[in-house]
């Protein structure tokens, strides 16, 4: 398919066109709803903290009553392995997921990887009991789950197509925006940079009796602006940015941050993601990106920008995170999501004093 498949070079949609444009998912009310309530629960515990993860990949269907669609390569074992360290940190979840992707706890015993009947015995005849040498992994991860569970900190809701998550990153992080300075916004989705509108969306499976089938796509708009600027102005907010060119990955992190304003960039090469990510931030003595994508800390409204118009910035400063600096010394085996919790954690704490 990958041969017919051209992005379309007309104007992109505004988001104020895209949702005025394109059909809300009927789940959006009652999920709504949903984060409503789980954040009322916890604004009103003292210094509790609330981050938003969103996790794993979009789909673009391509027929309505859909049998094909466009998908890529996540499989959300970023977000279900932060959610974990960030509940250990005390915080409370909403874990935006893609459908049937990676969760917490239940990733350690993913059906291809460690299916979980491999852990199970057969006693007596009758009891199921679990296997003597996986009872020890087992155990923190059953004890961290019914945790979760027993606190109500951990709130799962699952998005599959790219319009879904729109609307509902909207309608959640609106609901969040009262947290102020205790949410924060991890946003390690692969959102899907292009779309289908509505009206060119196929009602039926496409019949290969069209011939040679080729599809222009829209550009899925820039939702991180208004979500800066808007939706949460005062959350902390991290995004993260999957180059496959090693050498793109700080420029881009770079552009984005002096794009949007926000607090972090997380960087990671596609290859590399499992072992080593980028921290791109602006330098405590770094000057804020003048013109366009400053506009949280000036207030000043800006129109969106091409990459063509970056502006200029002048100082940011990079952390690199690897695993293989650490070589054994924690005794045990790291994570790397674990160190991109720690440093957040701190980060946010500082954000919240401020
Ligand atoms: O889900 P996963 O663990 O397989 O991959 C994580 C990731 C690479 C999607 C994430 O770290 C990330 O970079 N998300 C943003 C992707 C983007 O630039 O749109």
Redo the contacts with the bound molecule.
């Keep these: 398919m990958s041969d017919s498949v051209q992005a379309s070079s007309s104007q992109p949609f505004s988001t104020e066109a895209y949702f005025q444009s394109q059909q809300p998912p009927p789940t959006l009310a009652a999920k709504t709803a949903q984060v409503a309530a789980f954040v009322e629960k916890w604004q009103g515990v003292k210094g509790k903290r609330v981050v938003l993860i969103t996790?794993?990949?979009t789909t673009v269907p391509l027929e309505s009553n859909t049998v094909r669609f466009l998908d890529n390569?996540?499989?959300?074992?970023?977000?279900a392995?932060s959610a974990e360290y960030f509940l250990a940190a005390g915080y409370a979840v909403v874990f935006f997921h893609r459908l049937h992707?990676?969760r917490p706890f239940s990733r350690h015993y993913s059906h291809s990887l460690n299916p979980f009947l491999d852990l199970l015995t057969i006693k007596n005849g009758t009891e199921i009991g679990v296997k003597a040498d996986d009872a020890a992994g087992l155990l923190p991860v059953l004890r961290a789950y019914n945790q979760a569970q027993e606190s109500g900190s951990l709130l799962s809701m699952d998005f599959q197509t790219v319009n879904e998550y729109l609307w509902l990153l909207r309608a959640i992080t609106r609901e969040m925006a009262p947290l102020g300075r205790r949410g924060m916004f991890y946003?390690?989705?692969?959102?899907s940079?292009f779309f289908l509108p509505d009206e060119r969306v196929a009602e039926h499976k496409i019949q290969s009796s069209v011939g040679m089938f080729s599809l222009e796509m829209d550009q899925v708009p820039k939702v991180l602006r208004p979500l800066v600027q808007e939706w949460i102005p005062e959350g902390y907010i991290v995004?993260?940015?999957?180059?496959t060119d090693e050498n793109l990955l700080i420029p881009k992190s770079r552009a984005a941050l002096s794009r949007y304003g926000h607090q972090v960039v997380?960087g990671?090469d596609?290859h590399r993601?499992?072992q080593e990510?980028v921290f791109v931030e602006r330098s405590a003595k770094g000057t804020p990106a003048k013109g366009a994508g400053n506009s949280r800390l000036t207030g000043v409204q800006t129109p969106p920008v091409m990459d063509a118009d970056l502006p200029e910035v002048e100082e940011y400063a990079e952390t690199w995170l690897k695993l293989d600096q650490l070589q054994g010394s924690e005794g045990r085996e790291v994570e790397i999501e674990e160190l991109i919790v720690r440093e957040l954690v701190l980060r946010h704490t500082k954000w919240t004093q401020e």
């Design positions: 996790s794993g990949g390569f996540s499989a959300g074992t970023r977000g392995t992707s990676l946003l390690a989705a692969a959102v940079d995004s993260f940015k999957l180059e997380v990671n596609l993601r499992k990510v």
